[in-house]
């Protein structure tokens, strides 16, 4: 079973991602539970969403205590919240953020980081800092638990409308395309 979690702030499409993300593994052959989690979160307050999927059924319906990725698409999040809270050892990083890994402040759990500019693609594409499309393609490029293809069926298949479609196909594409994978040794993170 491969667990994910998606963190990010109300109002940016968290939810919305993890629901894209079910969409398009389910259209791959994969058994899926998306657990949005939703409470008295405002807009701007971090909020997390759960995913996991296996290649047989899941039963288990609990929040996720263990992922193997983690996917960060607001910058700032993890100032507030510690976003590698059980990350499993040799976990993945999917983060928005226009840094170097250089200058990232890793967990030791962490193997495989997938940096992505999706705010800058965010602002260029809507004029708006909103990144769940952008990350979606970064976290196929990253990870490659789903296809592009997969993904862009999914986004067909979401609420957006005319040009809000193009869009987000393009934030897509522009997310898997802008995205720099690293794998790291356990020195780099010292």
Sequence with gaps: ???????????????LMGSMLAAALVAEGKFV???PSFGFERRGAPVATYLRCDEREIRQMTNIYRPNCVV???PTV?????IFEGLR??????????????ELRLSEQVKTVGLCDAVAIALDIFKRPITNTIMLGALARTTGLVSLEALRHAVRESDFRDAGLQQ??????R??????VHTLARQELA
């Design 1 to 15: 079973m491969y667990e994910v979690r998606i963190h990010g702030r109300g109002g940016q499409g968290a939810v």
């Design 33 to 35: 539970v998306a657990v």
């Design 72 to 74: 960060c698409i607001d």
């Design 78 to 82: 993890a100032r507030a919240v510690n």
């Design 89 to 102: 050892d040799d976990g993945v990083l999917v983060q928005t953020t226009a840094k170097g890994l250089e």
């Design 168 to 173: 987000n196909l393009e934030a897509l594409e």
């Design 175 to 180: 997310g898997y395309e802008g995205t720099q």
